[in-house]
């Protein structure tokens, strides 16, 4: 048995159900557990307020839980793998753990990482699933396809697959003593961060997760007015910044779901399925990511140029394009760095199918704010509403009025986030426009940035072949 392990700890922020830092511990006399602060994540832009402050959270609660059990966490800065191989040299350790990663940036880390370690001598062991309940590329449909394209078939082979049990937290961890750490990062010293940001590190992910099922939200959830599709209710789970980080195990929240039962949870489990479908997309087709998935010939406005399109970008960002379902959703992001699921499938699409601009434009301002700001899951939402992407309709369009009706039947998200608009009382604070002349005069808040109906026959019109 070797002396010394590395866990080299990314996405996987916790104690409870961690395959890397089990194997590390079980598999030597004594392991490191590593994060390492990436320089090239930090400097591309990815690494925004909101995720590095929710970062710090993490890091902060591993390392508590790790010294009630004897250990801590050790934190580099610098790239992951000469940064790992210099640990490796320190402390002779013959095994670095680390688990599996979809995007293209993960895998030419998990190259770079090989290469480096087997320079000193070292062996790198992956982990499959556990970032994910089925590891990407796992299943696989009959033709000779590497990935599933369509969910429901995808979903089918999910519910069915094997699944490994959850893992208890390690009840001791010894770490070498005279391995050096920088301090760890305090989610207090970041600026810039939204007001309403949630607390991250896995206690604050087993009380919300906890707090929620207690409160009855994993019962109602594939209900109406549960919170999958009500608004206003504001009954979702609230659990995506804590499966990014990894504060939260994604398999073991669909054992505890599943062993809960109903159609609660089986509502609750497939969106964790949709989540695992995106994952192996992207591990499939990194260039997703950034390329049409399926290209439709489009030809996106921009925000370049100072022309309409840019200002009608702009109030989108604002959360001033006059249609106060919409945006409720842009200021609910502004102010929290989160946003329910359905508001961002209705900004998107008024976005890209209303306005007829590039999804990147709309992917980057998410990423540029959204605590949970996952490549997989935020690119691939994206294009399923552009109709670029796995959305079996690609040209449908969704009308925020029709959804208002839907979701917030009687404006209680929008009461909520576009207070300039609270006193208008029921469904009349979807369409402020239709107000008296008088009232509408003493409203700030914008008349529509659009038409609906000329903005979604220009997205149609584009989406004719030439």
């Known amino acids: 048995m070797p002396a010394v392990a590395v866990a080299l700890l990314t996405s996987d922020l916790r104690l409870r159900d961690n395959p890397v830092l089990h194997a590390a511990l079980a598999g ?47 934190v580099r800065s610098g790239d992951p793998a000469t940064e790992t191989a210099r640990l490796v040299r320190e402390c002779g350790a013959r095994e670095v753990h680390i688990a599996a990663g979809v995007s293209d940036y993960a895998q030419r880390r998990e190259t770079r990482l090989r290469t480096a370690l087997e320079e000193v001598g070292c062996a790198l062991r992956v982990h499959d699933a556990v970032t994910t309940v089925v590891a990407p590329g796992t299943l696989t449909p009959t033709g000779g396809r590497d990935h599933f394209a369509v969910f429901t078939p995808y979903f089918r082979r999910w519910a069915r697959a094997g699944r490994r049990s959850p893992l208890a937290a390690p009840r001791t961890v010894r770490v070498p003593e005279a391995v050096g750490s920088l301090p760890l990062p305090r989610g207090r010293d970041v600026r810039g961060t939204a007001p309403g940001l949630a607390r991250g590190g896995e206690r604050a992910g087993r009380e919300r997760w906890a707090s929620w099922r207690r409160k009855g939200g994993l019962d109602r959830y594939g209900q109406r007015d549960g919170g999958q599709s009500d608004l206003g ?40 399925a949709w989540r695992d479908f995106h994952h192996q997309v992207l591990a499939a087709r990194p260039r997703a990511a950034h390329a049409d998935y399926r290209p439709r010939g489009d030809r996106w406005r921009t925000d370049r140029g100072g022309g309409a399109a840019a ?12 249609y106060p379902l919409v945006d409720a959703g842009m200021r609910q992001l502004l102010h929290e760095g989160w946003m329910h699921n359905r508001a961002r499938l209705l900004a998107a699409g008024f976005l890209t199918k209303t306005l007829y601009v590039d999804w990147r434009i709309g992917a980057a301002h998410f990423l540029a704010h959204l605590v949970d700001g996952d490549i997989a899951n935020n690119q691939l939402n994206w294009q399923w509403a552009a109709g670029t992407g796995t959305d079996t309709r690609p040209n449908r ?7 208002a009706r839907t979701c917030d039947p009687q404006g209680t998200y929008v009461r909520r986030w576009v207070p300039e608009l609270a006193h208008i009382q029921g469904a009349a604070v979807h369409q402020p426009w239709r107000l008296p002349a008088a009232e509408r005069a003493s409203l700030d808040y914008p008349d529509p940035v659009v038409d609906l109906g000329e903005g979604q026959a220009r997205f149609r019109a584009a989406r004719q072949p030439d």
């Not at 929710?54 to 004897?70: I, K, Q, S, V, Y």
């Not at 789970?237 to 505890?256: A, D, I, K, T, Y």
């Open 397 to 403: 369009v969704p009308n925020p009025l029709t959804q």
């Open 28 to 74: 030597a006399e004594a392991a490191v557990p590593l994060f390492v602060r990436d320089r090239a994540i930090e400097e591309s832009g990815f690494a925004v307020p909101n995720r590095q402050a929710f970062l710090a959270d993490c890091l902060t609660a591993l390392d508590e839980g790790l010294r009630e059990r004897g250990g801590r966490l050790v």
């Open 233 to 272: 209710a504001d009954a979702t789970s609230r659990l995506s910044p804590h499966l990014h980080f990894g504060s939260l195990s994604p398999l073991e929240l669909v054992h505890e779901a599943a062993a809960k039962g109903g159609t609660g949870a089986d509502a609750f489990v497939r969106q964790l």
């Open 311 to 322: 200002q009608e970008v702009d109030a989108w960002r604002a959360g001033r394009t006059g």
